[in-house]
């Protein structure tokens, strides 16, 4: 059963989420608190946020995951996804979710555009008073992953469909490394799993959000951007953040963006849809669904990361030979993550050679930055499954495996202490094919 049976309006609808929450925080004391992000522009609505865990379990050793919801007022739909999310949240279907994830849920970021049923917010850039909210959380709790929520009204989104869709967009804003490989790997595994649920998501890129919008509302393609498949909308400002002015205004539609640039966080969007699904056909339970995949998935581990968890620790590189953040719990791979994912331009050499002894493999790493000492693991994918002995200039060292359906990772530790160059040696069996 939907949460709310009708659809939250203006001051009074807001003030009936807000103490819809309140009862919530009150009747699970055990895994959830609420904080206040700030106050909305006229001082006098709190925005606040519900975080749900398992409290005895300390925050280090799980990763922080962020719902954002109603960045937009008069996007209707969040205003009651955020309570169906905070719901499952304390089911015990979510209790290993709880286990290994602090999950942090704004439910109305935007206070007054909810009031007033309005956009009101910014085209350009993210607005002053959301870079002090999202600073204020982020201060709090550094994301691994962070989920933004919008929703689509009658002609909202593509210009040739309007009113029917609802969409998964990766919202990574660059292609660094393996990124838009694995957000594609992410999110059609959260299409797949709302359709088993019933519900039909699309994936969508940002340039795709682009061509909607300037695409014709008699339903024509945009022959120009057809042909030329250009990205013409800078969907987030490099030079934007959460701690200081909009100094180049960029369209921006989701507020996660300085999220990724900062700690490499696992970033989407979700446009769920107020016109097609009504409240009582389900609109709660249509939006619960992507997040609901997805916040499963961090309890798992994808076959090319080490540990279990949202799949952020590959910084520089591909499969075959990768920087990654180091650490022995989620907490030391955040703050990794960090300072490497700083430094990724600095890697200026990144090389593995198979020489013609079938038991040798020969890798580089450069690196010209200044940020030393620097930490992390350099991981390469091998065809071979025993993994004898690594040297890192000529000095043997220590490293460990973990494996996928056909090959072995081999992560060698390394702590760079000055910039320059390092040469690996790796000591395997020869590669025999395994017939299955």
């Known amino acids: 059963m939907p949460v709310f049976k009708s659809m939250p309006m203006g001051e009074s609808g807001l003030r009936e989420v807000y103490s819809w929450v309140d009862s919530y925080v009150k009747g699970n004391q055990k895994i959830a ?10 001082n006098k609505w709190d925005i606040p946020a519900v ?15 962020v719902v954002t919801l109603t960045r937009h007022g008069g996007e209707r739909g969040t205003r009651v996804i955020g309570p169906e999310i905070l719901n499952y949240l304390a089911s015990d279907d979510a209790s290993e979710i709880r ?34 909210v999202w600073g204020n959380l982020c201060s709090l709790y550094t994301p691994d992953m962070m989920l933004d929520y919008h929703s689509l009204g009658k002609i909202d989104g593509a210009k040739y469909d309007r009113g029917d869709m609802e969409v998964i967009l990766p919202v990574n804003t660059t292609k660094w490394g393996m990124d838009e490989q694995i957000y594609q790997y992410v999110a059609n595994r959260m299409a797949e799993d709302t359709a088993a649920k019933g519900w039909p998501y699309e994936v969508h890129s940002l340039e795709d959000l682009s061509f909607y919008y300037f695409g014709e509302t008699t ?37 996660n963006g300085p999220a990724y640039y900062k700690w490499h966080t696992l970033v989407f969007g979700i446009e769920t849809n107020h016109w097609a699904i009504k409240v009582e056909d389900g609109l709660a339970e249509s939006g619960l669904a992507p997040c609901q995949s997805l916040l499963n998935m961090g309890t798992t581990r994808f076959p090319w990361e080490e540990d279990a968890g949202y799949p952020t620790n590959l910084l520089v590189g591909d499969f075959r030979i990768s920087i990654r953040a180091s650490g022995k719990n989620p907490g030391e791979r955040r703050i990794s993550r960090e300072k490497i994912w700083k430094e990724r331009a600095n890697f200026d050499i990144l090389k593995r050679e198979m020489l013609e002894d079938p038991e ?64 690996l040696t790796i000591r395997h069996e020869p590669f025999k094919r395994q017939i299955k």
């Open 219 to 255: 339903g024509r393609f945009p022959q120009k951007y057809l042909q030329e498949k250009v990205f013409l909308l800078h969907i987030q400002n490099l030079l934007e953040h959460y701690d200081f002015p909009n100094k180049m205004p960029a369209y921006t539609n989701y507020t």
């Open 51 to 65: 975080i749900v865990t398992n409290k005895s379990i300390p925050g280090d050793k799980k990763q922080n995951a």
């Open 360 to 423: 040798t493999t020969l890798a580089e790493v450069g690196y010209i930055g200044e940020n030393v000492p620097l930490k992390f693991d350099l991981c390469l994918r091998m065809r071979q499954k025993l993994i004898k002995k690594v040297t890192v200039e000529e000095r043997e060292v220590e490293f460990g495996t973990f494996k996928d359906d056909c090959s072995t990772f081999l992560s060698i530790p390394i702590t760079l202490n000055k910039p320059g160059l390092l040469k």
């Open 99 to 132: 286990d290994n994830q602090t999950v942090i849920v704004v439910p109305v970021a935007n206070p007054l555009g909810f009031i007033l049923d309005e956009f009101h917010s910014s085209m350009h850039g993210i607005t002053d008073l959301e870079k002090s």
């Open 33 to 42: 608190d609420k904080i206040s992000l700030g106050k909305s522009e006229d």
